[in-house]
């Protein structure tokens, strides 16, 4: 199983903390890091080098990506524009291929919200239907995309994996699969039996504490013993990434370090 952290690296550079960052996720033993797809779009050439070099430098590499679409998009509606969208994916696409991005999530909750008045079911249809020429369009460059749910407060579409799933099916295509993140998912249904059911489309996988989504601690391993339960019943061996808040009571690096104490300790064999 190989450990990232989320982190948009093209503001990474704009601040002037990438090559810091990036050293100090190095240094605490994760294998790579996950990006922001949306952030690639105003990037340069010379800046996608710049960033690329950055991440060679420090052994570490960027398999995935997030924040598929900007929240002013328009995924679902009467409003949509897919020449827009066409035109969205030929920029981002070459360039996450050059980072060397597998997997993009699209999670999106703002763009993929239905607007009053749309029926649930035709924004699920709608929206399938996007994530089809999304996944197809990406297959181009050996690129899939995750399907993520999202909770109710963030959205009104895919929040949960039930429905996720059931998106992904309506897609129907090699390329699409889906994601499960942990803070996501409500733990007082069954809805993450899904996990294991569809283990074979699973992507990928984002992390952090129910409710307050910070780090997880070694600590906090009773709270998080349902999460690697249900990876190791899924048999997953796949990318386990962090999305969520550090601590403020401790530093950086301290904090990318107890949580991979955490993930490490939860997915091992023992």
């Given at each position: 199983m190989k450990f990232g952290v989320c982190m948009n690296l093209a503001d990474e550079l704009e601040k002037g903390s990438l090559e810091e960052h990036l050293k100090q996720i190095s240094a605490a033993g994760y294998d790579y890091v996950e990006?922001?797809?949306?952030?690639?779009?105003?990037?340069?050439?010379?800046?996608?080098?710049?960033?690329?070099?950055?991440?060679?430098?420090?052994?570490?590499?960027?398999?995935?990506?997030?924040?598929?679409?900007?929240?002013?998009?328009?995924?679902?509606?009467?409003?949509?524009?897919?020449?827009?969208?066409?035109?969205?994916?030929?920029?981002?696409?070459?360039?996450?291929?050059?980072?060397?991005?597998q997997v993009i999530v699209l999670g999106s909750g703002s763009a993929r919200r239905a607007p009053e008045g749309l029926g649930h079911e035709q924004a699920l249809q709608q929206f399938s239907r996007a994530a089809r020429i999304f996944a197809q369009t990406a297959s181009r460059w050996n690129i899939q995309i995750a399907l993520e749910h999202l909770n109710p407060k963030e959205t009104n579409l895919l929040t949960t994996l039930e429905e996720t799933v059931r998106s992904m099916d309506l897609a129907d295509h090699a390329a699409c699969g889906f994601l499960f993140d942990f803070y996501h998912v409500d733990l007082s249904t069954e809805d993450i039996r899904w996990v294991s059911e569809r283990k074979e489309r699973l992507l990928h996988v984002h992390t952090a504490l129910p409710g307050s989504r910070l780090y997880p601690f070694p600590e906090d391993s009773n709270i998080m013993e349902s999460f690697f339960r249900t990876l190791k019943?899924?048999?997953?061996?796949?990318?386990?990434?962090?999305?969520?808040?550090?601590?403020?009571?401790?530093?950086?690096?301290?904090?990318?370090?107890?949580?991979?104490?955490?993930?490490?300790?939860?997915?091992s064999e023992k």
């Open positions: 990006t922001s797809a949306a952030g690639l779009k105003p990037l340069t050439s010379l800046q996608l080098e710049e960033i690329k070099n950055a991440l060679a430098g420090n052994g570490l590499y960027c398999p995935r990506a997030n924040c598929f679409f900007p929240v002013d998009a328009r995924l679902v509606g009467p409003d949509i524009c897919p020449e827009m969208q066409l035109d969205y994916l030929q920029d981002i696409l070459p360039k996450a291929s050059e980072l060397g991005i019943a899924a048999g997953y061996n796949g990318t386990v990434s962090l999305e969520g808040s550090m601590r403020d009571d401790v530093s950086y690096e301290d904090n990318l370090k107890n949580s991979l104490e955490l993930l490490r300790q939860g997915t």
